[in-house]
């Protein structure tokens, strides 16, 4: 069973907007931290976002005043708006959670990002 579900990828051209989602499993126990990243061909994974539990959010210069990222603790879900994007956005999008309770790193298995120029 999958722990984090990513969704919401796609191909859109620049200029565009995605929303991405990551469903967390009821499983994995207090969750204080969870992120995007985002991994683009031959190149590292990239944070992009991160979000406490309690609400507090970070995002990359690179991606600021474009995405804004946002959680719904009763939904278990978090989100990734992405507006205004372009083509250097182009990526697998990974969903990252952190547990407090088990001191866990959980990752989901990503999706695809494309922006047409």
């Known amino acids: 069973q999958e722990q984090l579900v990513e969704s919401g990828g796609g191909l859109v051209q620049a200029g565009g907007s995605l929303r991405l989602s990551c469903a967390t499993s009821?499983?994995?126990?207090?969750?204080?931290?969870m992120a995007w990243y985002r991994q683009a061909p031959g190149k590292q994974r990239d944070l992009v976002a991160t979000?406490?539990?309690?609400?507090?959010?970070h995002v990359a210069d690179s991606v600021k005043g474009r995405f804004t990222i946002s959680r719904d603790n009763v939904a278990s879900t978090m989100y990734l708006q992405m507006n205004s994007l372009k083509p250097e956005d182009t990526a697998v999008y990974y969903c990252?959670?952190?547990?407090?309770?088990?001191?866990?790193?959980?990752w989901g298995q990503g999706t695809q990002v494309t922006v047409s120029s």
């Open positions: 009821r499983s994995i126990a207090r969750i204080t931290l």
């Open positions: 979000i406490t539990s309690g609400g507090s959010a």
């Open positions: 990252y959670a952190y547990s407090e309770y088990d001191r866990r790193r959980y």
